[in-house]
């Protein structure tokens, strides 16, 4: 396999320091793979409403809301979007502080992680990536190729609602963050005996210089929650870099509940 650096290819505007544009990359990454929170939905009539997508069916978005469960007709809606600005409530801000750190380990190609009972394999020579997992308490995994080149994140998220209106919602997440954001793939797999999905994307990231990254994402569901696996490089490296994305993948499986 040929290796490039990750500097190689990053834009470098004049008076921009290549390191610091690739700081700047790096550290982005995680930006695009946090939860979900509440979503901002704009109606034509100009009524916002705040709350969590639960559900679609017969044209008709399901909404939970602080003041109950709600029905919006998908007709009526202009855009669904995440506000960067949005405070978290004492309850999130509580359990940002409380919550212990993450036990994993990585013994030679087998990452296990305790905390979220899953186990993934990954090539010799990976690494955790820690400046990565403390952007936010919500990335439970992060590793690095040696090279720096490929990165995977993992993010469980609590969610009532399905798979197919998640999706929905991660895509939208996804084009509010990335410039000519496009979907290239949308397929049915199974991971971990579950049938998941699999999205395959490109787009700018504006926070890097316009830097062309292409990410694969795998989305798992569980009773009550989402996990997603994010894969993602610079998009003249994804290509090379799909077949090991896809056997990392296939890989990942939940591990009983350690036994005292």
């Known amino acids: 396999m040929r290796h490039f650096h ?24 995680a930006l695009f793979c946090l939860p979900l929170h509440a979503e901002e939905i704009q109606l034509k009539d100009g009524t916002k409403i705040t709350g969590k997508l639960t559900g679609i069916s017969n044209g008709t978005f399901q909404v939970k809301t602080a003041y109950g469960d709600i029905q919006v007709p998908r007709s009526q809606v202009i855009s669904i ?13 509580e359990e940002s502080k409380t919550r212990p750190p993450v036990d994993e380990s ?14 993934v394999k990954v090539p010799q ?24 080149i490929y990165f995977l994140l993992v993010t469980p998220e609590k969610y009532p ?10 895509e939208t997440q996804y084009q509010s963050k990335f410039k000519d954001y496009e979907k290239l793939s949308d397929t049915q797999i199974q991971l971990d005996g579950r049938s998941s999905t699999r999205l395959v994307w490109h787009g700018k990231n504006t926070a890097a210089n316009d830097a062309a990254m292409k990410a694969v994402v795998y989305i798992l569901p569980y009773e009550n929650r989402m996990v997603r696996l994010t894969f993602l ?6 290509d090379e870099g799909l077949p090991l994305f896809e056997k990392i993948a296939t890989s990942y499986q939940t591990t009983p509940p350690a036994t005292k």
């Open 6 to 29: 990750l500097i190689g290819y990053l834009p470098n505007p004049k008076g921009v320091p290549v390191q610091k544009s690739r700081c700047a990359w790096i550290l982005s990454i």
């Open 81 to 93: 979007t995440f506000p960067e600005n949005q405070s978290k409530t004492e309850a999130d801000a």
């Open 106 to 119: 990585l013994n030679g190609t087998t990452y296990t992680n305790r905390t979220e009972k899953f186990q």
């Open 125 to 148: 020579g990976w690494l955790l990536a820690p400046e990565l997992a403390a952007k936010s308490p919500d990335i439970v995994a992060a590793l690095k190729s040696p090279d720096q």
């Open 161 to 170: 609602g399905t798979l197919s209106t998640y999706k929905v919602l991660v």
């Open 233 to 238: 490089t610079l998009e003249p490296l994804f």
